[in-house]
């Protein structure tokens, strides 16, 4: 499982930044669980395989627009 955005609960899906107030996609009753309704983990995400000797990794790489989920600006995610 991918954990995106924030990885917990945010009562009442409300955030205070720099002043600002920002309401979140509440998805756990009044509150906003592991990035809203839509969390990384329900998006497609970008994949590149990255060899290494014996072994093989994944690259994963998302871009989350700013006020996806009600979260403010974009994030690349790698």
Not at 32 to 53: A, C, R
């Amino acid at each position: 499982m991918i954990a995106g955005r924030y990885a917990n609960r945010i009562a009442n899906a409300k955030f205070t930044l720099d002043g600002k107030e920002y309401t979140l996609a509440a998805n756990n009753g009044p509150n906003s669980l592991h990035g809203g309704v839509k969390g990384f983990d329900k998006h497609i995400w970008q994949v590149k395989e990255v060899p290494g000797g014996d072994s093989v990794a994944l690259e994963l790489a998302y871009r989350s627009s700013d006020g996806e989920e009600g979260y403010p600006a974009t994030w690349m995610s790698r």
